[in-house]
T-cell receptor, first 111, second 115 residues
Framework: AQTVTQSQPEMSVQEAETVTLSCTYDTSESDYYLFWYKQPPSRQMILVIRQEAYKQQNATENRFSVNFQKAAKSFSLKISDSQLGDAAMYFCAYMGNMLTFGGGTRLMVKP | DAGVTQSPTHLIKTRGQQVTLRCSPKSGHDTVSWYQQALGQGPQFIFQYYEEEERQRGNFPDRFSGHQFPNYSSELNVNALLLGDSALYLC??????????????FGSGTRLTVV
């Protein structure tokens, strides 16, 4: 079974600065997808960014980018120019046969 | 374009009772997955429905059962409720043939409290 680990329960960043959230996963598969989801207090999971394992190029979506290290099974999320609206729970997720989530990182943004 | 709709938003039940949660998938999606999210934790996969059949199941007891209707909507049933069943229940939808590479679209969940 696949497992996803987020080792940072909480992170804090100053508005306009950059923060990196860590994620590692365990799998024996070679073809899979990785995702970062954001869950604000409204509770709805919002897709932030996705990465295809067979692509070496790191995915980027505006201020959000990932550092995908397949051999190390690492998938970190970098948020640049942090905004107050970025404050939320962030979940790393692995897609094999189903979507498996990590335990989450609570991101706080200080004005 | 309606997203994933879940009802009710909140629910309070007594231990031992039964509960039914409902989910309407995003327009164009044919697959529904259910997750349980305990407070402060990541969502845990319960099961997935496609073509009105349970396709995959997580590590949940038989007290948790589901159904998918011809219009792709779905229900999650939990029997003999325990205090530990208190959680946020999330429904997620996808298009079956694209579910792996595009992920899921989530609803806002049903907050179940068992007293």
């Amino acid at each position: 079974a696949q497992t996803v680990t987020q080792s940072q329960p909480e992170m804090s960043v100053q508005e306009a600065e950059t923060v990196t959230l860590s994620c590692t996963y365990d799998t024996s598969e070679s073809d899979y997808y990785l995702f970062w989801y954001k869950q604000p207090p409204s509770r709805q999971m919002i897709l932030v960014i996705r990465q295809e394992a067979y692509k070496q190029q790191n995915a980027t979506e505006n201020r959000f980018s990932v550092n995908f290290q397949k051999a190390a099974k690492s998938f970190s999320l970098k948020i640049s120019d942090s905004q107050l609206g970025d404050a939320a729970m962030y979940f790393c997720a692995y897609m094999g046969n189903m979507l498996t989530f990590g335990g989450g990182t609570r991101l706080m943004v200080k004005p | 374009d309606a997203g994933v709709t879940q009802s009710p938003t909140h629910l309070i039940k007594t231990r031992g009772q039964q509960v039914t949660l409902r989910c309407s998938p995003k327009s164009g999606h044919d697959t529904v997955s259910w997750y349980q999210q305990a407070l402060g934790q990541g969502p845990q996969f319960i099961f997935q429905y496609y073509e009105e059949e349970e396709r995959q199941r997580g590590n949940f007891p038989d007290r948790f059962s589901g159904h998918q209707f011809p219009n792709y909507s779905s229900e999650l049933n939990v029997n003999a409720l325990l205090l530990g069943d208190s959680a946020l229940y999330l429904c997620a939808s996808s298009l079956y043939r694209q579910r792996r590479n595009y992920g899921y679209t989530f609803g806002s969940g049903t907050r179940l409290t068992v007293v």
